[in-house]
DNA sequence: ATTTGAACTGAAACGCGTTTCATGCGCTAT
DNA sequence: ATAGCGCATGAAACGCGTTTCAGTTCAAAT
């Protein structure tokens, strides 16, 4: 394989003139150009990528985190930073935790290794404290609201999108209202039991552990939370779910059983994913993509630190 | 920052020395290692990947190319190689094409610059011939049948598999059998015309066009498709659909519609996802994940190539 | 007592591009 | 005429681990 002395010494120039003709620095002739350029051809020279890294100390790359890749809220925002990435010519390494904190832990060992120019966390296991040890090494932008404003981060306001949510059912008379969502402890999940419980305070309406469904990430976990509603005798009469997914895997079991939807059960979706337009699922509408793109380009400010917050909003279907 | 020969300094022995210490390499000193070992911890030392990557010439990145990322039978695909990655200390960099053959191109030449260790097309754009030419630079793996076998492959035998799905229907007693599947001149697709072509002239049967749907991905494709089918005025009575969401997508509209399926329409969906079981839609089983972790491992099998084939299995439920 | 070899150690070369610094040349401004 | 500046070019240092090779030491085998 030949480098860049190879080619130096084939166009009778320095490396210096070589390397400058590779990045398109100034100050060549145009005679020394061309003579290096058909070197580089004559013997199908090509970068050496791990040495530029090496010399730059940089590499192009930046990590995301996400819990699960086969998932369309992930798989949304994935589609958003690539789409940014290809922009900024970046390359992403994609990290599948499976909400194991070694799997974060591996992610941000190479941010320190300098494998990784920088780190999009979507979903954060680690503990604060620990990850500002790392904020040195590079970027580090999470998905979540983060206070005080230590990281660059973009996110949803989960509070006010459950807020609107739960205000919107109560509104259309709703009042044994609960919710399913993934994990209990999440940052996210967080916001949105505060939403609710301050829902419910305001509401004078009691709280009742039957309503709220955890665990449910996917299409499947939809179906059994609705298997499980239908053994219920108390029963929820209306459920903000997490995502579309989940609500149309609801839906669908529902159907099965002749549940009238929304009579015996209503149901918020979350995300706006083409399934809750063909089922026609009242769902709440994240601009997923476009934080993807935010978070990337944040990722890229090694600078300083910015926050994004997005605006979720209502769109009324035919399951409320 | 320190480096490899801070650390020697500190420790009072060598680089070599304590390079060995780094990589556990044998015939090293208690007493030294002891003292590089504290020595690095002193100081918070890490290795720079980068200068790992230049020096021993490997990344242990591993490209994978698809179409999308946001797409459960990718998805499903990608988790595999994931799993099988995280076991053997391996990273993927993702390239979601679009099917645009420059991105194809990008990975490529990553492969070439040696940023990649391997590459794993699941969907291959470019072509063959040029194909070749980058195989000098790693192993490049793919998810189709190769022929001759100038490239590791695994794949799923989709003429088989359409082959199979095909006389299920027919002995079901339909006639009127089209399909719905994505591209119509990828490698896959072409071998499942192949199927549909041999099947009916096998039986007998003419071809028509209006049985065959392309540009069929995602959930909303088969909804489309659905309401193409209901203004068509000669209908087939059967179809083969790409995937499970394409398939749920033409459940969700026929049942707004009204349509008997399996009496007016009969489905038989690929991949056995989730929302297949709780749809109750016919399919055909696809070991995605297992060939996900199978592509991964011939991607680190430098030496030799190697072809595995996966079986398809049929799973009667209630839309034939 | 001598050969053999395993255990241990370090110097130096290697992988390869980028960047800084010094220098030379020719031209313009004073 | 001379200081000053822009352009062009190369030498050398730099980023940092890995690996080979040569050598030393000490104990076991003959």
Redesign the pocket.
């Given at each position: 394989?030949t480098?860049?002395?190879d080619i130096a010494k084939i166009a009778?120039?320095?490396?210096?003139?070589?390397?400058?003709v590779?990045?398109h620095h100034?100050?060549?002739?145009e005679?020394?150009r061309r003579a290096v350029e058909t070197a580089m051809i004559q013997t199908n020279?090509h970068?050496?990528m791990n040495?530029?890294h090496?010399?730059?100390?940089k590499t192009n790359i930046i990590g995301v985190v996400v819990p699960f890749t086969n998932h369309p809220y992930f798989g949304k925002l994935v589609e958003g930073m690539m789409e940014q990435a290809g922009q900024d010519n970046y390359k992403i390494i994609l990290f599948q935790t499976n909400y194991q904190l070694e799997r974060e832990q591996e992610a941000l060992d190479m941010l320190k290794y300098k494998q990784l120019d920088g780190l999009i966390l979507c979903s954060r296991g680690i503990d604060w404290k620990l990850l500002l040890d790392y904020q040195e090494y590079g970027p580090i932008v999470l998905a979540e609201k983060t206070n005080p404003q230590t990281f660059s981060a973009s996110y949803i306001d989960h509070y006010q999108a459950f807020s609107e949510a739960l205000s919107f059912l109560y509104a259309k008379g709703y009042r044994k209202i609960g919710y399913c969502v993934g994990r209990q402890n999440g940052a996210n999940s967080k916001q949105r039991w505060q939403a609710y419980q301050d829902f419910l305070e305001e509401n004078a309406l009691e709280y009742n552990p039957d309503y709220t469904y955890y665990d449910c990430y996917q299409f499947e976990d939809g179906a059994n939370v609705a298997l499980k509603w239908l053994e219920q005798k108390n029963r929820p009469e209306a459920l903000l779910v997490a995502n579309d997914q989940i609500a149309a895997g609801m839906v669908t079991v529902c159907q099965k059983h002749h549940i009238d939807i929304p009579r015996q059960l209503a149901l918020i979706g979350f995300d706006n994913q083409p399934i809750a337009k063909f089922m026609e699922i009242t769902t709440v509408q994240l601009p997923l993509f476009q934080m993807g793109q935010q978070l990337f380009q944040q990722a890229l400010q090694a600078d300083h630190i910015s926050e994004h917050q997005f605006v979720p909003k209502l769109i009324e279907r035919q399951t409320v």
């Open positions: 394989m480098n860049i002395r009778g120039v320095s490396v210096s003139t070589v390397s400058r590779l990045n100034p100050y060549v002739s005679e020394k020279y970068q050496n040495a530029i090496l010399s730059t100390g």
